[in-house]
C-alpha cells in the first residue's frame, strides 16, 4: 500500500513538502486530481498517480495546464472535490480560465496549486503568483512548514466549499522540496462521483450573467476576508515595539533571527498563512501596537504596499519597510542570515555576522554545467542539423522551447537562440520567417509539442510561413521526471484503457506540405534527411524519434554494449569538439569513453573520421 493512503491518525511521517501537499489532499477526501507536470511541483502528481492505482482516486496527467484547471473545474462543479496542480508559469496557461471560474465558482472544494520558484532553479523567471489572487479576487493560502503544507489543505478544500469558490494554494521550492516530520489526520472518504446540476444563467458567463458574477465574487471576497480574519493560519507572536510581517517560508527565517538575535521581548510577529484577502484588521492591530515594521517577503512587494496602503487610509504613521536598499530584495530566495542581517540593521540591533568557514586549503570545485545526458538523441540530432546547416551553408535562427532540449543552449551544439515560453518555438520561427532572410530551423519536445506548439504550427500553415520546424521526440516527458503525454503508449506503464496520438497524424492532418520521420541515431541518414527539409520553401517538419535513454533504460528497452576510443585514433577530437557528451574525458591528452556512462548510441562512432571508436569487447564490460 502507498505509504500517503496509510490510515492511522496520530501517526507521524518523514514526508517531503510534496508528498505532505498530496496527503493532505487525501485527508481532505479529494477525488478528482489532474496536472501538467512542473517542477517544483511535479512529485505532488507522482503521488496521485501512483495512489490512483491502488484506489478509487481519479488522476490524470492533462495536455497543458489550462486543460488540468478545465477537467478539474468541471468535477468540482459536479460536485466531486479536486485539485489541479502545476508550476507558477503554468498557471499563465491556466489563467484564461481562472479568471472566469472565479465569477462562475464551484459546487464541490476546489484547490489550484502554483509551486512558484524563486531563484528560478528550473524555471525561466520567477514570477510572484500571489498576484494572481489578487487578480482573480481568489483566497490564497502560503505553507510555511512541511505541517503546514498537510494541515492546509484540508481546511483549503472547507474554505473552498464555504464560499464556492476554487482557492489558490501557493507554494515555494523551498517548501515543496524539503523534508519533515508530519503528524497525519484522519483520512475523509471520498465522493468519486457526483451530479452537474445545469444552470446556465450562472454557469454560461455572457455579458449580462458576467456582470451579476462579478458582483457575488466580490461579496464573497468580503466573506473570505472575514474569515481570514480569525484564520487559526495568521498568528501573531511577541508583545515587543518591532514589528515584523512575513508570510510562507521567510517565516522560519525570522524565527531564527528573533532567537538568534535575543529580541523575543522587543519584536512581535505576524506570519498570514491565509494571505489573501489580507486580514485589515488583523493587521491594523498589529501597526497601532508598533513603532516601526518590516516586510518580510520573498519576490515582489505585495505586502508590503498593501500593509502601507492600509497604514495610510487609517492614519497610522510609522516606518513601514520592506523591499529596498539595505533592506530585502525582490531577487531570489532568502536565506536566514539574509534575514538574520537586514533585521538587525532596520531596528539597530547589534550584530555580528558568524565568521565564514575557512576553505582557503579546499581546491575549487570544478564547474559542472547542466548537460544532455550521455547517449541523449537530442545530441545527435543537433549535431545532424549542426552538420546539414554547414553544408548548405545556410545562416540560420534556432528558437527552441522548453524541455531537456534547451540544453542546445551550449557549446559545441549551439542550437538555441530565442525562448519565450512553451510552445513559442513554432509561433516565434513564423516571425522571424517574415522578417529576416535567414533559414528559421525551430525545436519543440513531444511534450510540449502537445502542450501548446500545435497552434504555432496551424498559424504557419495558414499563413505560408517559411521554417523547419524539429520535434524532438524521446516518447515521455523527460525533463520533469518521465511522465506520460498524448504521445506516450501506456502499455509500457503496465496500464490499460488509453488512447494514443501520433505526431506524424497530427502534423499531415494541419496540412504541413513537408514531414520528414529520422532516427538520429543514424547519422548520414538523417542529415540527407535534414538537409531536404531545410531546402523546403514553406513549412517543413522533422520528427526526431529516439526514445529518451534513461527511459529507455528503465523499461529495460535498450541492450547496447558500451564503446571505446581504439589505438587507431589519431586524436582529431571530432567526438569531444561536435558532440561533447559526458561519456567522453581526456586522459593523459588522449580522448577515453567512460564505460559506466556510455549507453552504446553509436553517434560517436559514425563521426570518427578514423572508424576509431568501436564496441567495447564483452570481456572488458564492467560489471
Known amino acids: 500500500m502507498h505509504k500517503l493512503l496509510t490510515d492511522n491518525p496520530g501517526e507521524q511521517m518523514?514526508?517531503?513538502?510534496?508528498?505532505?501537499?498530496?496527503?493532505?489532499?487525501?485527508?481532505a477526501g479529494v477525488a478528482f486530481t489532474s496536472t501538467y507536470p512542473g517542477t517544483p511541483s511535479s512529485e505532488i502528481s507522482l503521488q496521485f498517480f501512483q495512489m490512483s492505482q491502488e484506489c478509487d482516486l481519479y488522476f490524470e496527467y492533462s495536455t497543458n495546464e489550462k486543460t488540468a484547471f478545465e477537467v478539474a473545474a468541471a468535477a468540482?462543479?459536479?460536485?466531486?472535490?479536486?485539485?489541479?496542480?502545476?508550476?507558477?508559469?503554468?498557471?499563465n496557461v491556466a489563467a484564461d480560465g481562472l479568471m472566469t471560474l472565479a465569477y462562475i465558482g464551484v459546487k464541490a472544494g476546489m484547490i489550484v496549486l502554483?509551486?512558484?520558484?524563486?531563484?528560478?532553479?528550473?524555471?525561466?523567471?520567477?514570477?510572484?503568483?500571489?498576484?494572481?489572487?489578487?487578480l482573480a479576487g481568489l483566497p490564497m493560502l502560503e505553507p510555511s512548514s512541511i505541517q503546514d503544507a498537510k494541515d492546509m489543505i484540508p481546511y483549503a478544500f472547507d474554505l473552498s466549499e464555504k464560499l464556492q469558490e476554487p482557492v489558490i494554494f501557493r507554494t515555494t521550492t523551498r517548501i515543496n522540496h524539503s523534508s519533515g516530520i508530519v503528524k497525519l489526520g484522519k483520512i475523509k472518504p471520498r465522493v468519486t462521483k457526483g451530479?452537474?446540476?445545469?444552470?446556465?444563467?450562472?454557469?454560461?458567463?455572457v455579458p449580462a450573467v458576467a456582470r451579476k458574477l462579478h458582483v457575488k465574487l466580490l461579496k464573497n471576497l468580503d466573506t473570505a476576508q472575514g474569515i481570514a480574519e480569525k484564520s487559526e493560519f495568521n498568528i501573531v507572536e511577541g508583545k515587543g515595539k518591532w514589528g515584523i510581517i512575513c508570510n510562507g517560508v521567510s517565516y522560519n527565517y525570522v524565527r531564527d533571527a528573533v532567537t538568534?538575535?535575543?529580541?523575543?521581548?522587543?519584536?512581535?510577529?505576524?506570519?498570514?498563512?491565509?494571505?489573501?484577502?489580507?486580514?485589515?484588521?488583523?493587521?491594523?492591530?498589529f501597526l497601532k501596537a508598533c513603532e516601526k515594521v518590516l516586510i518580510v517577503e520573498e519576490g515582489e512587494p505585495v505586502m508590503e504596499e498593501a500593509v502601507k496602503a492600509m497604514a495610510q487610509e487609517e492614519g497610522i504613521t510609522l516606518p513601514i519597510k520592506g523591499k529596498g536598499e539595505g533592506l530585502l530584495t525582490r531577487l531570489y530566495e532568502f536565506s536566514p542570515a539574509q534575514v538574520e542581517n537586514v533585521i538587525a540593521g532596520y531596528f539597530g540591533v547589534p550584530y555580528e555576522p558568524k565568521e565564514a568557514v575557512d576553505l582557503s586549503d579546499i581546491p575549487e570545485i570544478p564547474q559542472r554545467p547542466p548537460t544532455l545526458c550521455a547517449g541523449c538523441s537530442?545530441?545527435?540530432?543537433?549535431?545532424?542539423?549542426?552538420?546539414?546547416?554547414?553544408?548548405?551553408?545556410?545562416?540560420?535562427?534556432?528558437?527552441?522551447?522548453?524541455?531537456?532540449?534547451t540544453l542546445g543552449l551550449l557549446p559545441p551544439l549551439s542550437t538555441a537562440d530565442f525562448l519565450v515560453c512553451m510552445g513559442s518555438s513554432a509561433g516565434t520561427a513564423g516571425g522571424f520567417s517574415q522578417v529576416t532572410d535567414k533559414k528559421v530551423i525551430a525545436f519543440i519536445g513531444d511534450s510540449t509539442f502537445f502542450h501548446s506548439g500545435i497552434p504555432g504550427l496551424i498559424n504557419?500553415?495558414?499563413n505560408n510561413h517559411n521554417f523547419t520546424l524539429v520535434i524532438l521526440d524521446n516518447g515521455i516527458t523527460a525533463m520533469t521526471g518521465h511522465q506520460p503525454h498524448p504521445g506516450v503508449d501506456m502499455k509500457q506503464f503496465n496500464m490499460e484503457g488509453y488512447g494514443q496520438v501520433s505526431i506524424e497524424a497530427v502534423v499531415r492532418a494541419i496540412g504541413v506540405p513537408h514531414v520528414a520521420v529520422i532516427k538520429p541515431n543514424k547519422v548520414k541518414k538523417s542529415i540527407e534527411a535534414i538537409k531536404e527539409a531545410i531546402n523546403f520553401k514553406g513549412i517543413s517538419v522533422i520528427i526526431s524519434q529516439e526514445p529518451c535513454v534513461l527511459y529507455a533504460k528503465a523499461l529495460k528497452l535498450t541492450k547496447q554494449r558500451p564503446f571505446e576510443v581504439t589505438d587507431k585514433c589519431k586524436n582529431h577530437r571530432d567526438c569531444m569538439n561536435y558532440l561533447a557528451c559526458p561519456a567522453f574525458y581526456v586522459w593523459n591528452e588522449r580522448i577515453k569513453i567512460d564505460p559506466n556512462l556510455c549507453t552504446g548510441c553509436a553517434v560517436c562512432a559514425q563521426i570518427c573520421p578514423e572508424n576509431a571508436i568501436l564496441p567495447l569487447k564483452k570481456k572488458k564490460v564492467p560489471a
Open 14 to 27: 518523514l514526508l517531503l513538502g510534496n508528498e505532505a501537499i498530496a496527503r493532505g489532499a487525501i485527508e
Open 76 to 91: 468540482a462543479n459536479s460536485n466531486v472535490r479536486s485539485m489541479c496542480m502545476m508550476k507558477h508559469v503554468g498557471l
Open 114 to 134: 502554483t509551486a512558484d520558484d524563486p531563484f528560478m532553479f528550473s524555471s525561466q523567471n520567477e514570477q510572484d503568483n500571489r498576484i494572481y489572487a489578487r
Open 195 to 205: 451530479n452537474y446540476t445545469k444552470d446556465p444563467l450562472n454557469h454560461v458567463p
Open 260 to 285: 538568534d538575535l535575543d529580541i523575543a521581548d522587543s519584536a512581535r510577529v505576524l506570519r498570514l498563512g491565509f494571505s489573501h484577502p489580507m486580514p485589515d484588521t488583523l493587521i491594523l492591530n
Open 378 to 405: 537530442h545530441r545527435a540530432t543537433y549535431h545532424e542539423i549542426n552538420k546539414a546547416v554547414e553544408e548548405l551553408g545556410v545562416e540560420t535562427i534556432y528558437p527552441t522551447d522548453i524541455g531537456c532540449y
Open 460 to 462: 504557419g500553415v495558414f
